[in-house]
């Protein structure tokens, strides 16, 4: 093996390395009250708690839980607190 596709070999391994250590958004990334979840989904917020919407995978990332809505400040709390 030339001096050259070794350099290649452990350049993709060192990126392979990176990837795999550096998965994205996690749990551990979303705020209170928040859940983090492959299959996104339309949530609510407080002035429309109950949209309609697709049922259709939004993008991964992190959604308030049942009985949760985004507030102004684009934080999760119940429903019940929305004023």
């Known amino acids: ?6 350099s290649v070999i452990v350049l993709l391994s060192f990126i ?3 990837m795999a250590s550096n998965p994205g ?4 990334d ?6 983090y979840t492959n ?3 339309c949530e609510g917020t ?4 109950n949209p309609v919407c697709v ?3 939004q993008k991964p990332g992190c959604y308030c839980p049942k009985d949760f809505a985004r507030n102004k400040k684009g934080k999760c709390i119940p429903v019940a607190k929305c004023t």
């Open 1 to 6: 093996m030339n001096t050259k596709t070794a």
């Open 16 to 18: 392979a390395l990176a």
């Open 25 to 28: 958004k996690s749990q551990a």
């Open 30 to 35: 979303c705020g209170t009250n928040e859940l």
């Open 39 to 41: 299959c996104g989904y």
């Open 46 to 49: 407080c002035s429309d708690p």
């Open 55 to 57: 049922r259709m995978c």
